[in-house]
């Protein structure tokens, strides 16, 4: 069956490899939706090409901007309108598939009411099971919605766990890629540049998710995601370190086998399992892994006083309860100031740990619990970084 596509995030990296699949597979995938940012020239490319039946963009001006050009087509903006691009009613039996590939905690309401309209998810937006994931993941099981993940970690994990019995699971192991400065000491991070943070050597991916990579935040909150998304302990989700992003994820069981998935550094390979799941379809313009050209694979065992990111992730997550809130909120902004140049590389880590450290934790908040604590922590670094 056809499938409606609602892209929260259309003009993101997520977004924009997303409309390459649909674009290589109109029969299969129609773009419904689309909720952009302020790039309003590409959502006018976007728009012209796939010809949506709701848009969506940040500013209320924007939004009149594109009613005027495109008159046929319902507008929005705001919060008000992301929500309604991941709940909109098209009026025809196709399966809806909401992608949400918005940055931030920004995609947790929309997608706690995607959820509730009973739309199935395909989920690059981390922040959504990091700092909600008992509320998202209750009211997946209560709806009987299926939500797939787009990141090539989970992606790695889903794919190795298929047809498995999750309760013979031992470990989940996770790669990483190590970020821009993987060989740089400590010491060698003072004073590092934007631009140098943002030269990742294996992947191209927006602004913020290529920071959290450099400072291992990243790693962490897929540690968190994956306890949510495949109800495994903390203590039986490893990482490690793996230069080639080859191997994206692996699953060691109790009788010690150990299953991989391996694919080049294409992200259109989860994006593209996760709206044609349970099917593979043949990735267009893609390269294949020869593995015979790889010559050897390396793995190394991450360093928590070298990646001390990483160790506040796994700490808030065995926390729980607002703990993850708090370091999702506290590195969201501090990597905004970092990006504009307000403060310097090791500060991300610092602001963290400070935010954690003083937090009073709520052990079951609600959505409300949780969306108060993120405006809170967001303001106060705001606040004190223009001091």
């Not at 995609?107 to 959504?128: F, M, Q, S």
């Not at 009211?139 to 999750?166: R, W, Y």
């Not at 799941?277 to 065992?301: D, M, Q, T």
Request: a negative charge; aromatic letters at 6%.
């Amino acid at each position: 069956m056809k499938k409606n596509i609602f892209l929260l995030g259309g003009t993101g990296s997520i977004g924009l490899q997303t409309l390459d699949v649909i674009r290589h597979n109109k029969q299969r995938y129609q773009l419904c939706t689309l909720a952009a940012g302020r790039n309003i020239s590409k959502t006018i490319e976007i728009i012209d090409e796939f010809n949506p039946l709701f848009v969506s963009v940040t500013r209320e001006q924007d939004a009149r901007q594109l009613q005027a050009l495109y008159p046929h087509i319902v507008m929005d903006y705001g919060e008000q309108g992301l929500i309604q691009a991941a709940t909109f009613e098209p009026n025809n039996n196709y399966e809806n598939l909401v992608v949400t590939a918005v940055v931030g905690s920004v995609g947790l309401v929309p997608t706690v009411e995607a959820i509730k309209k009973g739309y199935n998810l395909a989920i690059a937006n981390k922040e959504t099971l990091v700092t909600a994931g008992h509320i998202i993941m209750h009211l997946a099981n209560k709806h009987n919605v299926t939500i797939m993940p787009i990141d090539s970690e989970h992606s790695a994990l889903f794919q190795c766990l298929n047809g498995e019995n999750d309760k013979k699971i031992k470990d989940l192991i996770i790669t990483a890629s190590g970020g821009s400065f993987r060989d740089r000491t400590r010491e060698e991070l003072e004073g590092v540049s934007v631009k140098q943070a943002l030269s990742h050597p294996n992947w191209s991916m927006g602004s913020k998710i290529t920071i959290d990579s450099a400072t291992m935040m990243n790693k962490g909150l897929e540690v968190i995601e994956a306890h949510w998304l495949y109800n495994v302990p903390y203590e039986h989700i490893k990482t490690v370190l793996h230069r080639e992003s080859i191997v994206h994820s692996m699953v060691e069981f109790v009788d010690t086998s150990i299953m991989a998935q391996l694919g080049t550094p294409d992200m259109r390979i989860p994006i593209q399992y996760a709206l044609s799941y349970p099917e593979r379809i043949e990735l267009k313009n893609a390269k294949s892994l020869n593995v015979w050209e790889l010559g050897s694979l390396h793995f190394e065992p991450l360093d928590f006083n070298r990646f001390p990111c990483l160790k506040y992730a796994y700490d808030s997550g065995q926390t729980g309860g607002t703990m993850t809130t708090v370091l999702n909120a506290s590195n969201e902004a501090a990597v905004s100031l970092f990006l504009n140049e307000k403060i310097n590389f090791l500060d991300i880590e610092t602001i963290v740990y400070n935010e954690l450290e003083s937090h009073n934790v709520i052990k079951n908040p609600s959505l409300d619990d949780i969306r108060a604590v993120d405006s809170e922590i967001k303001e106060k670094i705001k606040t004190n970084s223009s001091l």
